[in-house]
């Protein structure tokens, strides 16, 4: 199976500013899975699953690159493009409230600055009317490096929070005094607290996020209807039911 529909988007020779040759084209399936089986610590953003739920809910196909070395090494950057022409094509990775996938390299060959700029020399020649990637924290100082004049370096604010370690930990470590106090307070008043994984609490959690932005958007004297309307364009129901 082909990672982009009937492999629309072309193979471009390249060579970095470090001499290095590469060879960018549509990645397959397979070449996806054997360098995310390679590499360090992926992250969701960066698995063809998620790609796939992006495309159910929003359209387009996956244009995910591909980027062999002279020496063999294998990059990919996953990406989707929307239009239906190659003029008008907007290739991204991803579009805003689907995450930053950056480039996702093997472990022991950490993402360049070199590197970078041969993604964005391929990118640059795909021809499409809009290019955007949003990268990875890690590899941030390599994009920037890397990046051409030809392209616009925006910075933008990310929030994380690590609950690898389960939520009990989370709970002790992470969440603060006051904010636990108040979640006891509101248990001993007679507030029933649930948690769950499996989706089941998703439809109380999507109306709890549409008030939050209901009442976000008073703020900007935004009515609460576009609130609600711009909130489910940003991130429908289905995106998180996936």
Not at 10 to 35: C, I, K, N, Y
Not at 43 to 72: F, K, S
Not at 135 to 147: E, I, M, N, P, S
Not at 166 to 184: P, Q
């Amino acid at each position: 199976m082909f990672s982009n529909q009937e492999r629309r988007d072309p193979t471009h020779r390249l060579r970095s500013p470090a001499g290095v040759s590469w060879v960018a084209q549509a990645a397959t399936r397979s070449e996806w899975a054997e360098v995310l089986a390679a590499a360090r610590e992926p992250v969701h953003h960066q698995l063809p699953q998620w790609l796939d739920a992006l495309v159910a809910v929003h359209g387009g196909r996956d244009a995910t690159r591909v980027y062999r070395d002279q020496d063999g090494r294998r990059l990919i950057l996953p990406l989707v493009a929307h239009g239906p022409t190659t003029r008008l094509t907007r290739y991204r990775a991803f579009p805003y409230g689907w995450g930053n996938p950056g480039l996702l390299a093997g472990a022991d060959t950490p993402v360049t600055a070199d590197d970078t700029r041969a993604v964005f020399d391929d990118l640059a020649e795909l021809g499409g009317v809009h290019v955007g990637i949003r990268t990875w924290l890690d590899d941030q100082a390599a994009w920037q490096a890397g990046c051409p004049a030809a392209f616009e370096s925006i910075d933008h604010t990310t929030h994380t929070v690590d609950i690898s370690q389960g939520f009990d930990h989370f709970w002790d470590t992470t969440l603060g005094s006051s904010t636990r106090t108040k979640v006891r307070k509101g248990e001993k008043l007679g507030v029933e607290v649930t948690s769950g994984s499996a989706g089941a609490l998703l439809p109380e959690f999507y109306t709890i996020y549409q008030e939050w932005t209901v009442e976000r958007g008073k703020d900007r004297w935004m009515p609460d209807a576009l609130s609600v309307v711009l909130a489910r364009r940003r991130n429908p129901l289905r995106k998180l039911d996936l």
